[in-house]
């Protein structure tokens, strides 16, 4: 019954700046890794960024030194700051939170439904 939930998408044109937040609506199963994945229009949906219950963080390639991935209080939570933003990064963002195993397999996820992003002038 549990969801993620994400707000803060929008219009924006480029240069400019967003804050995707993402929350569950209900009480999870223990999770140890949340991120963001985003799906353009024509292509697959690909890793933005991760971060880890010690707090690890790793971001895509084509969004480091722009984009910073953060926990917020509340359980189960995170945030997206994106700055500098280029009409490459419109897509429809998604949240994710998964448990790993010791064995680096993905033992059961949740996922929420997406907030839009547009970049344009």
């Known amino acids: 019954q549990a969801q993620l939930v994400e707000s803060g998408g929008g219009l924006v044109q480029p240069g400019g700046s967003l804050q995707l937040s993402c929350v569950p609506s209900g009480s999870l199963f223990t999770v140890n890794t949340m991120g963001w994945y985003r799906r353009a229009p024509g292509k697959e949906r690909e890793l933005v960024a991760i971060?880890?219950?010690?707090?690890?963080?790793t971001l895509a390639e084509s969004v480091k030194g722009r984009f910073t991935i953060s926990r917020g209080s509340a359980r189960n939570s995170i945030y997206l700051q994106m700055n500098n933003l280029k009409p490459d990064d419109a897509a429809v963002y998604y949240c994710?939170?998964?448990?790993?195993?010791?064995?680096?397999?993905?033992?059961?996820?949740?996922w929420g439904q997406g907030t839009q992003v547009t970049v344009s002038s």
């Open positions: 971060i880890t219950d010690d707090g690890t963080t």
């Open positions: 994710n939170a998964r448990y790993i195993n010791q064995q680096g397999v993905t033992q059961y996820d949740y």
